[in-house]
């Protein structure tokens, strides 16, 4: 294993934060941090994690997308190597190898994550709809797809624009996260329902509810809810059901909130959960899906008063824990390099579902960015790990830019 730079100590380490490109993995080492856990962060490539004050030793593991065995091994010889005493995962293609090698790390290391059964009815969205259908929680309206069925039917039932959504997130060998697609018509829907990514995965057509995207965050354990955070999502990268780009706390709304208590205590969830809604015209919320992770946009809880992260760290490690009894809302986060890439997205887009008008879109952007609120990644006390982010953005685009360009010369 390589180390992502200097370390500021050798040693021990309390925790281990793997996934540490992720923005919830720097959060969760901030957090952590600064309460006095020492902290590791790993990831199968360079990331702003590694640059943290609050990081004590940092590294790069095999990649979990072709690599999922030498994943695993050197997972286990990261734990044998730190001895942590919790490992906290934050993104799909690590916890499906740690589920699958969860015996053999689970007698070295706790792991920041609920028990099999309930994990395994929370990442497969059919067993999460049939529970939420059989405890009264809406949905919407949905057929499954399956090879050589009748789109045109399906259509018939569900309505146009439409959206496909893979019954899970992530499978064994996909380089990333199987995201929602819409369908605005019938031809669009042959085409999704065609892309090679789809292969083996179950799938269902679902109505597209057009409403605000709410999302509750619990932390359930020991037969009880120790934290409570509402936000509402004003846009996403992907624009359909991504990560939420610019987003507010709130008051929880009763309506979401009971429905999400009850979802999370019949599975016997524990450990930290997001449950994501929309509403449709009416005004009713749907369930979209539950995610039994840190979500990525955790730092606006974090920034509100719910430490989260402090949570997970304490169930896991098998410390008291402390419910948290209020936090501010009107708290409003912004992550820039997600909404450049909305933007881009948009910029590129007809206008449709989940697609403003260009102007729109402009408008929205340029609004946002002299309105208050905090930034992802930007703390004060802690620069380093923003202005990493900030250079591997331009890179990125710098690259991006440069392969646009070879190819238009190319096609001359």
């Known amino acids: 294993m390589s180390t992502g730079g200097p370390p500021s100590r050798r ?49 790069l593991l095999p990649d979990f997308v072709g690599e999922p065995d030498a994943y695993a091994e050197a997972l286990l010889s990261l734990i044998d190597r730190y001895q942590p005493k919790v490992l906290i995962p934050v993104h799909d293609g690590s916890i499906e190898v740690i589920r699958a090698c969860r015996s053999e ?31 009264g929680v809406a949905l919407p309206r949905s057929v499954s797809l399956h090879p050589g069925c009748d789109l045109e039917a399906a259509v018939a039932e569900v309505g146009l624009p439409a959206v496909v959504k893979p019954m899970r997130s992530w499978v064994e060998g996909s380089d990333e996260r199987l995201m929602s697609l819409i369908a605005p018509g019938l031809s669009e829907l042959r085409a999704i329902v065609a892309l090679p990514r789809w292969r083996g995965v179950p799938l269902v057509l679902q109505q597209w509810v057009g409403g605000s995207r709410e999302a509750i965050w619990l932390f359930f354990a020991r037969g009880k809810i120790w934290a409570r955070f509402a936000q509402v999502a004003f846009r996403m990268n992907p624009p359909l059901g991504g990560a939420s780009v610019v987003r507010e706390s709130i008051i929880p709304n009763r309506d979401v909130l009971e429905s999400s208590e009850r979802l999370v205590r019949e599975i016997g969830l524990e450990g930290f959960s997001e449950v994501e809604f929309r509403r449709d015209m009416s005004g009713r919320p749907m369930l979209m899906e539950i995610n039994p992770r840190l979500s990525a946009s955790i730092e606006l809880a974090v920034r509100a008063g719910i430490d989260f992260p402090g949570l997970l760290y304490a169930w896991a490690a098998g410390r008291p824990l402390h419910e948290a009894q209020s936090y501010r809302v009107g708290i409003r986060m912004r992550w820039l390099g997600g909404d450049l ?52 953005l331009l890179r990125r685009g710098a690259m991006s830019y440069g392969a646009a360009a070879k190819a238009s010369r190319g096609r001359r």
């Open 11 to 59: 040693g021990l380490l309390d925790v281990a934060v793997l996934d540490a490109s992720g923005r919830a993995a720097l959060v969760c080492a901030r957090s952590l941090g600064v309460a006095g856990v020492r902290v590791g962060a790993f990831d199968c490539q360079q990331a702003p994690a590694f640059r943290s004050r609050w990081v004590s030793e940092s590294g």
């Open 105 to 135: 790390l689970e007698p070295r290391v706790a792991v920041a994550l609920a028990a099999e059964p309930q994990l395994a009815v929370a990442i497969d969205k059919e067993q999460t709809f049939a529970l939420a259908e059989n405890l």
């Open 341 to 392: 890439r909305w933007l881009r997205a948009i910029l590129h887009a007809t206008a449709g579902p989940d697609i403003p008008p260009r102007a729109v879109a402009l408008r929205r952007f340029l609004r946002d960015s002299v309105r208050l609120s905090g930034y992802d990644y930007l703390v004060a006390s802690d620069p380093v790990p923003a202005l990493f982010a900030s250079f591997d």
